[in-house]
């Protein structure tokens, strides 16, 4: 399938290379192609650049956020929260149209120093998640695997052989079933791979972050998941 | 020991009784105690108003907050999260320094339907248990309990053997430890029992509600608890 990643971090390169492994065809897509393929600046978790990260992965073909759009049969957000939809909006007239939104963002705000809060106005009454789906109603949105580290969203049996909870949450039924499909490959198990509803209950999942940055820095670690128990 | 529950709510209930079956001394507090005496209004989950629980619980307690503030050893605030500070503020002056107040409140607000989202004023750059330590400085908030069904707070077994996480919030290690071991009376044990650090790491557990009220409709139960995995 041909897939579209938006987003140049830890998260999307993440993603790409685990889809390219699976044999998708994948383009990733950033705002400034030129600038991103000489960034070497570290992020805010000391991960590496993505020019850094091309040289070691020269399969990842590295285009606009534009061209990534049009190609991609189902478009993967792996962009900052604050700035997704303005992302998305790169797409031509209709080029999201009918197309599944994968949308892995969460509203981070780091200007308020560690741990990062959550941009007050995309999170509790509404969320990123619905942002986006309010944004592109001709889109289907599905929130998932946000709530988790990147090396277990694509590997989820690195930990207790998988046995931990994804949440998803989107208003299409047809569509969340096309994206447990791909989950699937990544190694999700149906069992553990918990539908909370339509787009609003991304409220829920984008609003665990804030406890996730909490356990990573008391087990000095993103190595975990949440299982529900019960 | 003299435990203060405020509250009369299911929580407030349940967390009474399993104390008094403990061996402490309970008591109640409430707003208005002839008032509650005679509520038999189901709240908003259906459960029997404080009235009709006494009727079969007569071995409480049901005295003025003041009265149960100046009475608890451990004060533990099962009140609304909106109505939690000035819960509080009922108390004589100085009656709550150099103790413990053991916090269980969510800052719900269903004022805009259900489910509901949490008080924007007390969730994300903040937190009810932040508010209740700012408002009491004398006194050693704990925020504990507050992410799960009040059935599982008081018997963690019923589930998994009792394998699944309790966190736990608070600036004074002392006062966490003696949370720990009333924690521990209620049959938690010490590995499935989390520290996250300081008070203000109380934003990320409050903050759980919203997906914990999502996953209980997805299950239609609320008997169920997170496990951190890895």
Redesign the interface.
């Known amino acids: 399938m041909n897939i579209a990643v938006l987003g140049t971090g830890t998260v999307g390169q993440t993603l790409s290379a685990r889809l390219l492994v699976l044999g998708h065809e994948v383009m990733m897509g950033t705002r400034n192609v030129q600038e991103a393929k000489i960034r070497t600046t570290k992020d805010v978790y000391g991960n590496p650049g993505i020019g850094d990260w091309l040289k070691n992965n020269p399969r990842v073909n590295l285009v606009t956020f534009a061209e990534a759009i049009a190609f991609g049969q189902i478009i993967i957000n792996a962009t900052q929260g604050g700035k997704s939809v303005e992302a998305l909006r790169n797409g031509n007239p209709g080029d999201l149209d009918g197309k599944i939104i994968i949308d892995i963002g969460n509203p981070l705000d780091f200007s ?1 120093g560690m741990p990062p ?2 941009i ?1 106005e995309l ?3 509404t969320s990123l998640g619905e942002e986006i789906q309010k944004a592109f109603p001709q889109s289907y949105v599905v929130k998932t695997l946000n709530t988790m580290w990147c090396g ?1 969203m694509v590997n989820p049996a690195m ?2 052989g998988g ?2 909870h994804n ?1 998803l949450s989107g208003n299409n039924p047809e569509a969340k079933l096309e994206v447990k499909k791909l989950l699937n490959q990544f190694g999700w198990k149906d069992e553990n791979l ?4 339509d787009i609003s ?1 991304a ?3 984008e ?2 972050l ?6 990573m ?3 000095q ?1 993103g ?8």
């Open positions: 308020r809060v959550l007050p999170c509790n009454t277990l930990i207790a046995d931990h949440f918990l539908d909370l509803g209950s409220r829920g999942t609003m665990i804030p406890v996730w940055l909490r356990i820095t008391a087990k670690s190595v975990f998941n949440f299982k529900v128990i019960g």
